[in-house]
T-cell receptor, first 115, second 110 residues
Framework: DVKVTQSSRYLVKRTGEKVFLECVQDMDHENMFWYRQDPGLGLRLIYFSYDVKMKEKGDIPEGYSVSREKKERFSLILESASTNQTSMYLC??????????????FGPGTRLTVL | DAKTTQPNSMESNEEEPVHLPCNHSTISGTDYIHWYRQLPSQGPEYVIHGLTSNVNNRMASLAIAEDRKSSTLILHRATLRDAAVYYCILTYNAGNMLTFGGGTRLMVKP
């Protein structure tokens, strides 16, 4: 089974802190994605990566950065957390950029609260 | 971006078929139609996808209208474990991205 794991299920941070959310996939997928999910807004894409050290902005990249130093790991970074970044964060991966409509495999999510 | 419209919620009885509709009147010729579902406290899970022809897999069937402006996800026999939010999503060529709307909350009654 494809497994996408996220470092924490629940996280509480203070305004202004630097926050790292880690995601690891074990199926040698090329693509990895970070979404946030908020009530009434569905899932929104923050960033995605189709190769090591490659990244592209999604719909709502402001206030976030990402890092992909190894193929299996994709990190989401909140440089200075703010209360409006309180959300559920979901990581996903898919096989190949060439297979543009491959299914995405999601992790269980990290519920981040910024106080 | 082409958008989708789904009912907010639907109810079904256990072991009966369920038809979940989705309208996507602005779909372009290269958009694929994907369905994902999200069970409580879990990340979304892929269900099925298609382009023009109807599709079947072990989880569900996808019926796509001839003009592609609407589609229907069919669960042949609903179980309690199928209670989830079902998302209909269009994907386009530029990067395999998914844009999730509000989805349909399916409730299954025993």
């Amino acid at each position: 089974d494809v497994k996408v794991t996220q470092s924490s299920r629940y996280l509480v941070k203070r305004t202004g802190e630097k926050v790292f959310l880690e995601c690891v996939q074990d199926m040698d997928h090329e693509n990895m994605f970070w979404y946030r999910q908020d009530p009434g807004l569905g899932l929104r894409l923050i960033y995605f990566s189709y190769d090591v050290k490659m990244k592209e902005k999604g719909d709502i990249p402001e206030g976030y950065s990402v890092s992909r130093e190894k193929k299996e790991r994709f990190s989401l970074i909140l440089e200075s957390a703010s209360t409006n970044q309180t959300s559920m964060y979901l990581c996903a991966s898919s096989f190949s950029r060439l297979g543009l409509h491959d299914e995405q495999f999601f992790g269980p999510g990290t519920r981040l609260t910024v106080l | 971006d082409a958008k989708t419209t789904q009912p907010n919620s639907m109810e079904s009885n256990e072991e009966e078929p369920v038809h979940l509709p989705c309208n996507h009147s602005t779909i372009s010729g290269t958009d694929y139609i994907h369905w994902y579902r999200q069970l409580p406290s879990q990340g979304p899970e892929y269900v099925i996808h298609g382009l023009t022809s109807n599709v079947n897999n072990r989880m569900a069937s996808l019926a796509i209208a001839e003009d592609r402006k609407s589609s229907t996800l069919i669960l042949h026999r609903a179980t309690l474990r199928d209670a989830a939010v079902y998302y209909c999503i269009l994907t386009y060529n530029a990067g395999n991205m998914l844009t999730f709307g509000g989805g349909t909350r399916l409730m299954v009654k025993p």
